[in-house]
């Protein structure tokens, strides 16, 4: 049985990273997006991921209404 490495980083932050990473970029490559996010769809079903959270965030959920003036 191989032992895994744990690091300070939340279960698959680096598949979700990459495809934020993706959907940014220009010219926009959806097969390269759809790939990364099928590795993210895999990584949270191997890993039973129930939830993302951004660090700013803390424990307050976002609002789809953020202040702006």
Avoid: I, W, Y
């Avoid at 300070?8 to 932050?13: F, G, I, N, S, V």
């Avoid at 996010?37 to 939830?51: D, G, I, P, T, Y």
């Amino acid at each position: 049985m191989a032992v895994e490495k744990t690091s300070d980083k939340p279960e698959c932050a680096q598949q979700a990273l990459d495809l934020l990473n993706c959907v940014t970029q220009s010219p926009f490559d959806q097969d390269k997006c759809l790939h990364l996010l099928n590795a993210l769809r895999e990584c949270v079903v191997s890993k039973k991921v129930k939830k993302f959270s951004l660090a700013e965030q803390g424990h307050q959920e976002a609002s789809p209404t953020s202040k702006k003036a």
